[in-house]
């Protein structure tokens, strides 16, 4: 009997530390921290943290590499994404037409889409020796960072 309890006891220890565990964790890597990670391994582009990511959303199959992904973030300090790249200012119809026909099959909320009515900058890269692009469009307005990512 007291060996049955010693194991219970042992059991609910662990079962406590392996909580404590994830949920530190979790709070180390926020889905948008790991997203923001993602971006400088694969492009080597070094985005500020950031308050808030608002949205996302994903299309096609990210097992096989193929589809596109949409991040919507929020920033405070301006000045900090203002200096992540080369930034480039004004209208670009080929950027536009890209990125909607990007988003053109993608499910997302009201709100979130990607406006070109007002005033933006952008910034494109496409992977050396791949089809892979990826977008950034800025809307100082709104203090909005949209990032898409086309994986072909």
């Given at each position: 009997?007291?060996?049955?309890?010693?194991?219970?006891?042992?059991?609910?220890?662990?079962?406590?530390?392996?909580?404590?565990?994830?949920?530190?964790?979790?709070?180390?890597?926020?889905?948008?921290?790991?997203?923001?990670?993602?971006?400088?391994?694969?492009?080597?582009?070094?985005?500020p943290a950031t308050e808030w990511e608002?949205?996302?959303?994903?299309?096609?199959?990210?097992?096989?590499?193929?589809?596109?992904?949409?991040?919507?973030?929020?920033?405070?300090?301006?000045?900090?994404?203002?200096?992540?790249?080369?930034?480039?200012?004004?209208?670009?119809?080929?950027?536009?037409?890209?990125?909607?026909?990007?988003?053109?099959?993608?499910?997302?909320?009201?709100?979130?889409?990607?406006?070109?009515?007002?005033?933006?900058?952008?910034?494109?890269?496409?992977?050396?020796?791949?089809?892979?692009?990826?977008?950034?469009?800025?809307?100082?307005?709104?203090?909005?960072?949209?990032?898409?990512?086309?994986?072909?």
């Amino acid at each position: 009997m007291i060996m049955v309890r010693g194991r219970r006891i042992f059991m609910l220890r662990a079962c406590v530390i392996l909580v404590l565990a994830m949920a530190v964790l979790s709070r180390a890597y926020t889905p948008k921290e790991t997203y923001i990670k993602s971006i400088r391994e694969e492009w080597g582009i070094i985005l500020p943290a950031t308050e808030w990511e608002v949205y996302n959303e994903a299309i096609g199959s990210s097992f096989a590499g193929k589809g596109v992904r949409y991040h919507v973030f929020r920033y405070q300090n301006t000045s900090e994404i203002q200096k992540a790249v080369a930034w480039h200012r004004g209208r670009n119809m080929l950027v536009e037409r890209k990125i909607d026909a990007l988003l053109r099959d993608m499910d997302i909320a009201k709100g979130y889409e990607v406006n070109f009515n007002g005033e933006y900058q952008y910034f494109t890269l496409v992977k050396r020796g791949s089809t892979k692009e990826l977008f950034l469009l800025y809307f100082p307005d709104q203090n909005r960072l949209c990032v898409v990512e086309d994986y072909v």
